[in-house]
């Protein structure tokens, strides 16, 4: 299709009047000369920040018909096949997935790795799944089950590849699924820093659970894919599939079918689509219409959308490219909560103990907004605090309140 093999820069964009965010252009082709067609082309949001990953695969008000449940696991199922069961596309008899409920994560809470002394956090999942797979050549009655746990990662975060593997394990046990039918799958959308993924296409992660240590293989390593995460590197794959190469991401018989290829290629926009930066809707790519996978023609018109650019994506662009995601940014940020976090505690324990807080003691957190839940979850986590009840928690809340250490 022309989705795949327009590179993405463009030129002679003329937008659509009445909707400023379809249009013409010409779109470069590859090749060994440079060559252009023309062809329609939308304007689509960047589909890997949380709001309009989550927005493609969940249903989401606002966006129409193509936002409804429907649709929305529609293309979760689509895109889950092509990449895992690719052999399914011409196949029809192979093993695939037939059927996908969402899981609700909202109370699932990890343990900190500090221990069970210490406050529970909320597990925040991108897309968590149950998916009903059709044995190979079996008849509909003969299935099984497999969960997975699908993230978007835009930054390179220290310790988050050892976040996606505790997920795993937080999942497994409040699930109540069996070991190795929960599966982590990562898109990882931006280039490696670690040496041993810097230029791998597809990598899988492995904790050893003794040293605590997370070492990296390839895929192909006979190593049982329950201790596994896989770990896809979008720039890597949109290269591979510019190129006209074979992408094979659970086994090397299996290559990426077309309809993965355009899947991953939309995930991947930015590394290969160019930006229309001179026009009203900011961060959005110029991307041909020319899809041949229905369900990636719903995702286009999800992020052709115009509610998809709304305050809380510009929010977040700012957030991610203003310097709040560095890894200088998080580690600073993880020292100041872990400071804050002592303090609150320290507080807590000498108010419960019927001690007077004082002025003194507040003063490195005056300025520092506390949020409710992060209260709440340092009091639970204060166990064998004498006189800890509810009365008392209230007592403390209107203390700090006093003191403008945290909003009504």
């Known amino acids: 299709s022309l989705f795949l093999r327009a590179r993405g820069p463009y030129r002679n964009l003329q937008v659509d009047e009445d909707n400023p965010k379809n249009g013409q252009c010409d779109f470069e082709i590859k090749g060994e000369e440079v060559s252009y067609v023309s062809g329609e082309c939308v304007l689509i949001a960047n589909p890997t920040y949380d709001l309009t990953f989550k927005s493609l695969f969940t249903p989401s008000d606002g966006l129409g018909e193509w ?43 990890m343990e900190n790795d500090k221990g069970a002394g210490q406050a529970l956090r909320v597990l925040r999942c991108d897309i968590v799944c149950k998916c009903t797979i059709q044995k190979k050549n079996q008849r509909q009655s003969e299935v099984f089950f497999i969960y997975f746990d699908i993230e978007m990662q835009r930054a390179d975060v220290p310790g988050r590849i050892r976040d996606f593997l505790n997920y795993r394990k937080t999942l497994q046990k409040k699930l109540n699924v069996e070991e190795d039918s929960m599966k982590v799958i990562a898109f990882l959308n931006y280039e490696h820093t670690f040496p041993s993924v810097a230029n791998a296409m597809l990598v899988t992660a492995i904790e050893d ?33 510019n190129e006209g190469n074979a992408v094979q991401i659970m086994s090397k018989s299996q290559s990426l079918n077309e309809n993965g290829k355009e899947w991953l290629k939309l995930l991947g926009v930015q590394w290969w689509a160019q930006e229309a930066k001179d026009k009203e809707e900011n961060h959005r790519y110029v991307v041909p219409v020319g899809v041949g996978c229905e369900e990636v023609k719903g995702a286009l018109m999800i992020l052709n959308h115009k509610g998809i650019t709304d305050e809380a994506l510009q929010e977040e662009y700012e957030r991610i490219f203003g310097g709040e995601a560095t890894a200088r940014a998080f580690e600073r940020r993880g020292r100041e909560e872990g400071e804050k976090r002592k303090m609150i505690e320290m507080l807590m324990k000498n108010f419960i103990k019927g001690r ?49 250490l945290m909003a009504e």
């Open 67 to 109: 936002g409804d449940q429907e649709h929305a696991l529609g293309r979760l199922k689509s895109l889950l096949n092509s990449i895992i069961y690719p052999e399914f596309e011409k196949k029809s008899d192979s093993e695939h997935i037939i059927k996908v409920e969402l899981c609700d994560t909202e109370s699932l809470k």
């Open 209 to 241: 659970q003794e040293t605590g240590s997370i070492s990296f293989v390839d895929p192909s390593s006979s190593i049982m894919l329950k201790d596994l995460s896989k770990l896809i590197s979008l720039p890597s794959i949109v290269r591979k599939i």
């Open 356 to 404: 007077a807080i004082d002025d003194d003691d507040v003063e490195e957190i005056r300025k520092k907004s506390l949020d409710g839940a992060f209260v709440r979850g340092i009091w639970e986590s204060l166990n064998n605090a004498a006189n800890k009840t509810e009365e008392n928690y209230e007592a403390f809340l209107r203390e700090l309140r006093v003191r403008n």
